[in-house]
């Protein structure tokens, strides 16, 4: 069974003569384990398509199976919970609370899970650990570089073991130095089993994945496996 099926998935705005086809007509399967980078421009409708793999929007048309599931129909509150167990979400504005520290914005996925304190605090200094913050744990956003700040945005990603990583533009505000080191991080995710699927624009970022899926005008135009 695929871990994410796409059938015909159209996501239309101002239906009629001025409307715009945001998604058109997409097929897509990614696999369990896969390492997939989704590339193209600005308005191409690469963020759109992540959104629906996100379970952040729902489509016009078309099926969407999420590890054989069928989330058509399901409530906002199932949604919800569907995401916060099954993916972790690293995005390019980083998304940290300004007055949490770095544990705090971690921890706090994990208090929506209904998780004990102890628990999720444990969760959260292993997950910074990992991402080389040990020294961070206490420091608020703005006591910390850009990169820093992306490192704590990962580890609240990944604190919860969730099997797929939907990374947007990761290294989009981040120098290159602070850019490698996240394109590491995503990888050693990957080789530990997790799902990573890396939105982009840029072909050098993208050619890091194992296969890579161009999309233009809504439609994925190419499908490339990298060897």
Sequence with gaps: MSLIEIRDMYKIYNPGENEVRAIDGVNLTIEHGEFVAII??????????????????????????????DVDGLHDDELSEIRNKEIGFIFQGFNLITSLTAVENVELPLVYRGMKKEERNKLAIDALNRVGLSHRLDHLPKQMSGGQQQRVAIARAVAARPPIILADEPTGNL??????????ILHELHEEGRTVILITHDNEIANEAQRVIRIQDGQIVSDIMNI
């Excluded at 600005?42 to 969407?64: A, E, F, H, Q, R």
């Excluded at 120098?175 to 590491?184: I, L, R, Y």
């Design 40 to 69: 193209g421009q600005s308005g191409s409708g690469k963020s759109t398509l992540m959104n629906m793999l996100g379970l952040l929007d729902v489509p016009t048309s078309g099926k969407y199976l999420l590890d054989g599931q």
């Design 175 to 184: 120098d290159s130095h602070s850019g490698v080191e996240v394109m590491k």
